[in-house]
């Protein structure tokens, strides 16, 4: 079941073949994470939908208020029985019309909600190596930093992942630094400085990304810093790894020739599953 401007009805229903996320990947999304009945950092999943809005021009409604996202979000997980552990995602798309030039700028919006075996984060202990993807880059704009529906660098870099045996990629921009993994932000840590890409290098805003930049902020001994990160600075690092609001942590274990330590992601997981519970 999916959620189709408000109403419950079949995941097998036709949406539009005349809908411009499909025709021209003119819509955003946002992914959110539930448990027991409530959604994880709410208000930073809001205010970023909004941004993203506001930065493609797309007409906002009146009604779209944050108790709105949260119901539509909520009704779509009940009716999918996952309320008690389960991620939600809304796509917003600008309403059919026009070519590139919309001739309407108001939306309409999709929910989706499936359920997750865990309800906290955990760290995969399994081996985790990746490479960079080099094909194509990521421009260093702030269209980059929102989450559109065009993912074809994420998808083409996915496709060379599997086709080389690699759990992920690491994204690079047009200035050849490191910005992100496909499905995450990147956080490096070289002794006792945790860094992690500018936004302005075009990494995504991501939620996760906030939350553990403020927990690591709170740890004594540890610098944390957002800069611009070389292919050749991930060689030096002491431990790697990447962030999203559903899997919460994921520790890169081997980078070409370098094999990683997981011990500061570890603890970071403890304080990151002590605020989820606590909030």
């Known amino acids: 079941m999916v959620n189709f401007n408000g109403t ?11 809908n411009r996320a499909f025709l021209y990947g003119d819509g955003i999304f946002e992914t959110v994470k539930i448990l027991d009945g409530k959604i994880l ?11 993203g809005m506001r930065i493609i021009r797309m007409e906002i409604p009146m009604d779209f208020t944050m108790e709105y996202f949260e119901s539509q979000l909520l009704e779509t997980a009940k009716a999918n029985d996952c309320l008690s552990s389960g991620r939600a ?10 070519l590139y030039l919309p001739t309407d700028n108001h939306v309409g919006f999709i929910v989706q909600a499936n359920p997750l075996e865990n309800q906290l984060y955990s760290i995969d202990k399994a081996d985790y190596e990746v490479d960079l993807f080099k094909d194509f880059y990521v421009t260093a704009q702030l269209l980059s930093t929102i989450k559109s529906t065009n993912r ?9 992942a599997d086709e080389n045996g690699l759990a992920n990629c690491l994204l690079i921009n047009d200035s050849k630094n490191v910005i992100e993994g496909l499905q995450g932000n990147l956080f490096m840590l070289s002794e006792n400085k945790l860094i992690t890409p500018l936004l302005t290098d075009g990494c995504l805003n991501g939620i996760m990304r906030k939350q553990i930049l403020a927990l690591a ?4 001994g540890v610098e944390v810093v957002e800069a611009s990160i070389s292919p050749f600075d991930l060689q030096k690092a002491d431990e790697l790894f990447l962030t999203n609001v559903v899997t919460g942590i994921r520790p890169i274990t081997k980078y070409r020739k370098k094999e990683f330590a997981t011990s500061f992601a570890e603890s970071l997981l403890v304080k990151l599953n002590a605020q989820v519970r606590l909030g």
């Open 8 to 18: 419950i009805v079949s995941s097998s229903q036709n949406l539009g073949f005349d």
């Open 41 to 51: 950092f709410l208000e930073d999943h809001y205010f970023r939908l909004m941004s």
């Open 89 to 98: 995602r809304m796509t917003v798309f600008r309403n059919p019309g026009g």
């Open 152 to 160: 074809l660098v994420n998808i083409t870099a996915s496709i060379f």
């Open 217 to 220: 902020r709170k740890i004594d």
